[in-house]
């Protein structure tokens, strides 16, 4: 296909075309996203009840779609719309223009520009209407545990996931911070209640959800710290309002690796009591909120860290997802684990109004064209990146979409 032409349409909203761009995931080629990921021409989906269709302008890209090409902890194949078509066009963040309406839909028009949160669910299940969608049965990440993502010309999404774009940001600021933000948002406000003067130590401060967990304890008036594995990284979080920053190569000792010797695990234990010491030093006292998603190597060091009664909320095990700790630390202290998984509609709605007002900003570590969907996540795979990356679509060029004056995005240095 002629990737040149991917920013070009000759229909108007309300219409679409038959086939599109988008970059697929299939079973057969499972593995390294520079591999997994590939271009093909595909049907453009049609709109069912209560669903929509957006021209995707900009796409954001996550770590979901690592696991996705991956095929790892399971093939995402297996599930949600994925057996129905065959295929995985993934891609759980967009900003873009809504082109088509299915039935039902009263809230957006074609020619609404929008984000999209990632969250879906069948308005017919109880939970959605009582308890919270997260809860539903039939749950599910759109672009990742769904077919018909954003890394696509267009995508077929939920009414429900439709949020207004914010005026000042480009689409490709606009596309990059949903998935990470709303789940941060919630892990932070609604899972741990975080306060002004809370404690916060946050791992991978500098990655996507580590960017937003920072800034939001700051707009919070919480003090936190954010462990790192560079003096770049180390800056940018210091920018975005940490107090300070660790750098974990200091404290490589403390990392869980799994069938660590009772000799090996002693000294494992010293180093992370001095990183716990390093962590009260910078914050005052011991956080009362650890924010993890490292999993098995951190894990330990986070249940002895975090304060009496203190919570360690929990949304990823990016190292492991067999959490080995001693739980003297835990019941003896009375801590808590928290488990937290994205968002509901109601709170990225919340999260995003902190977004159009400027308190909460983006962080686009870099902005690429359509072609650059498999070379993404091979760089947030071999962890080479910082805050987000953004894909082009529908946008010609990095700059379009801004309709009011506004602070944008947070760049941050290119190469840290
Ligand atoms: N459940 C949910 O709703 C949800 C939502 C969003 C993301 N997630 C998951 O959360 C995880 C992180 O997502 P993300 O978007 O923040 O990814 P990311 O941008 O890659 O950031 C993760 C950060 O973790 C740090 N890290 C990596 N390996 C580490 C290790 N061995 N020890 C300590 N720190 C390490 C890295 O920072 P340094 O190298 O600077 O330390 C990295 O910047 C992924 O597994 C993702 O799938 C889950």
């Given at each position: 296909?002629?990737?040149?032409?991917?920013?070009?349409?000759?229909?108007?909203?309300?219409?679409?075309?038959?086939?599109?761009?988008?970059?697929v995931i299939r079973e057969e080629r499972l593995?390294?996203?520079?591999?997994a990921f590939q271009?093909e021409?595909?049907?453009?989906?049609?709109?069912?009840?209560?669903?929509?269709?957006?021209?995707?302008?900009?796409?954001?890209?996550?770590?979901?779609?690592?696991?996705?090409?991956?095929?790892?902890?399971?093939?995402?194949m297996?599930?949600?719309?994925?057996?129905?078509?065959g295929h995985h066009?993934?891609?759980?963040?967009?900003?873009?223009?809504?082109?088509?309406?299915?039935?039902?839909?009263?809230?957006?028009?074609?020619?609404?520009?929008?984000?999209?949160?990632?969250?879906?669910?069948?308005?017919?299940?109880?939970?959605?209407?009582?308890?919270?969608?997260?809860?539903?049965?039939?749950?599910?990440?759109?672009?990742?545990?769904?077919?018909?993502?954003?890394?696509?010309?267009?995508?077929?999404?939920?009414?429900?996931?439709?949020?207004?774009?914010?005026?000042?940001?480009?689409?490709?600021?606009?596309?990059?911070?949903?998935?990470?933000?709303?789940?941060?948002?919630?892990?932070?406000?609604?899972?741990?209640?975080?306060?002004?003067?809370?404690?916060?130590?946050?791992?991978?401060?500098?990655?996507?959800?580590?960017?937003?967990?920072?800034?939001?304890?700051?707009?919070?008036?919480?003090?936190?710290?954010?462990?790192?594995?560079?003096?770049?990284?180390?800056?940018?979080?210091?920018?975005?309002?940490?107090?300070?920053?660790?750098?974990?190569?200091?404290?490589?000792?403390?990392?869980?690796?799994?069938?660590?010797?009772?000799?090996?695990?002693?000294?494992?234990?010293?180093?992370?009591?001095?990183?716990?010491?390093?962590?009260?030093?910078?914050?005052?006292?011991?956080?009362?909120?650890?924010?993890?998603?490292?999993?098995?190597?951190?894990?330990?060091?986070?249940?002895?860290?975090?304060?009496?009664?203190?919570?360690?909320?929990?949304?990823?095990?990016?190292?492991?997802?067999?959490?080995?700790?001693?739980?003297?630390?835990?019941?003896?202290?009375?801590?808590?684990?928290?488990?937290?998984?994205?968002?509901?509609?109601?709170?990225?709605?919340?999260?995003?109004?902190?977004?159009?007002?400027?308190?909460?900003?983006?962080?686009?570590?870099?902005?690429?064209?359509?072609?650059?969907?498999?070379?993404?996540?091979?760089?947030?795979?071999?962890?080479?990146?910082?805050?987000?990356?953004?894909?082009?679509?529908?946008?010609?060029?990095?700059?379009?979409?801004?309709?009011?004056?506004?602070?944008?995005?947070?760049?941050?240095?290119?190469?840290?």
């Open positions: 296909m002629d990737l040149q032409q991917v920013s070009s349409l000759d229909v108007e909203p309300g219409e679409l075309p038959k086939t599109m761009a988008a970059w593995g390294e996203p520079k591999d271009i021409e595909m049907e453009v989906p049609e709109p069912g009840a209560f669903e929509v269709i957006v021209r995707v302008m900009a796409a954001g890209v996550n770590y979901n779609n690592v696991w996705a090409a991956l095929g790892k902890p399971v093939s995402v297996k599930y949600g719309d994925h057996p129905e078509y066009i993934g891609g759980s963040d967009a900003s873009g223009v809504v082109w088509k309406v299915g039935p039902g839909v009263t809230r957006w028009k074609a020619g609404d520009e929008v984000v999209v949160h990632c969250n879906q669910a069948s308005y017919e299940d109880p939970e959605v209407h009582g308890l919270d969608p997260m809860a539903a049965p039939s749950q599910r990440i759109w672009g990742y545990e769904t077919t018909w993502g954003s890394f696509a010309q267009f995508t077929k999404v939920q009414a429900q996931q439709l949020l207004p774009k914010p005026h000042a940001l480009t689409w490709e600021e606009a596309a990059s911070y949903g998935l990470v933000y709303f789940t941060a948002y919630r892990m932070l406000l609604t899972r741990c209640g975080l306060q002004a003067g809370d404690r916060v130590l946050i791992w991978g401060a500098a990655g996507g959800l580590g960017v937003f967990a920072t800034q939001l304890c700051k707009a919070t008036g919480a003090h936190c710290v954010g462990v790192v594995s560079s003096t770049e990284k180390g800056e940018l979080v210091k920018r975005l309002g940490a107090a300070d920053f660790i750098d974990r190569s200091e404290f490589a000792g403390m990392m869980r690796r799994g069938g660590e010797s009772p000799e090996e695990e002693k000294a494992r234990f010293r180093t992370s009591r001095e990183f716990s010491n390093r962590v009260k030093e910078i914050l005052g006292d011991a956080p009362d909120i650890v924010f993890e998603h490292v999993g098995q190597a951190t894990f330990p060091t986070s249940v002895y860290t975090v304060k009496p009664f203190g919570k360690v909320v929990i949304c990823a095990g990016t190292t492991g997802f067999h959490l080995d700790f001693d739980v003297r630390y835990l019941w003896m202290k009375q801590k808590e684990i928290v488990g937290s998984h994205f968002a509901n509609a109601y709170e990225c709605m919340k999260a995003n109004e902190l977004i159009e007002s400027g308190q909460i900003r983006p962080v686009i570590w870099r902005t690429m064209g359509f072609d650059g969907v498999a070379q993404a996540h091979q760089l947030m795979l071999e962890n080479k990146h910082l805050g987000k990356i953004s894909i082009l679509v529908g946008a010609e060029s990095e700059g379009l979409g801004r309709t009011a004056d506004g602070p944008g995005a947070i760049h941050a240095e290119v190469g840290g």
